[in-house]
């Protein structure tokens, strides 16, 4: 039985260079392999595990649906789009990349995340954890798995918006009903250790809460747009990361 974990929170958060940490230490210290899924339509989290898939889910629907009469005698539209999704995977050392994609045009994910569920089904079987990179709202992934998340990270910025975006992420995991593990709120980019706002944290109502520092290196990373496997273990905010997925005793 896989495991699956997911971060969630507003834009600018961090929350996909915290995913990617994530995922690199499950890949390298868990020795199984990691599904890494990219559910936001802003899709970065390949650039951040230096991996890149070959189609999007999104992508791999309109060109089968553009070209149906192509179809092969016998296979159905159905399975063939498993197949692609399945050959699109992007492949790294202990993870795959699987990437949702946006819709183009006024399109909605409705078929997509339709199609996403039965193959992510099938896909778990395959892996021992998976991690899911989610928009900041989780109304597409309440649709896109029928699977709960086991541990929720929920990323927020050091200012009073970011937390209380952070409880309603919070609040709507709840009320889907994706969220039946461990909730874990993570205050990004806390300068000098200096954070006076632990009353509007303890309304947030999550499990665990943790501090993480602005990083220098993170941001020279991904001013150049490298990938997070170029910072070195002795890093600051990779020593925390690791610790906290140490600490969380992952099945």
Partial sequence: MSYTIG????????????ASLVIRYLAEKR???VLAIDADPNANLGEMLGLEADETVVGV???????????????????LIESRVQQSLGEGRGMDLLVMGRPEGPGCY????????GVIGKLQK??????????????????RTDRSIDYLFIISDPTAYGIRSAKRVLDLAKDLKVSRGVNHLLINRVKDGIFPLEEEIKK????????????KIIMELSARGEPINKLDEDTELVRMIYKICEDAKWH
């Fill in 61 to 79: 629907i309109d060109d089968i649906s553009a070209n149906i009469e192509k179809l092969p005698a016998g296979v159905t539209k159905e399975r």
């Fill in 204 to 215: 947030v109502g999550a499990q665990r809460v943790d501090y993480l520092p602005e990083s």
């Fill in 31 to 33: 020795d199984c392999p």
């Fill in 7 to 18: 971060f969630a929170g507003k834009g600018g958060t961090g929350k996909t260079t915290i």
């Fill in 110 to 117: 409705c078929y997509p995340n339709s199609l996403l569920r």
């Fill in 126 to 143: 395959a892996y021992k954890y998976i991690a899911i990179d989610n928009e900041a709202g989780l109304e597409h992934l309440s649709r």
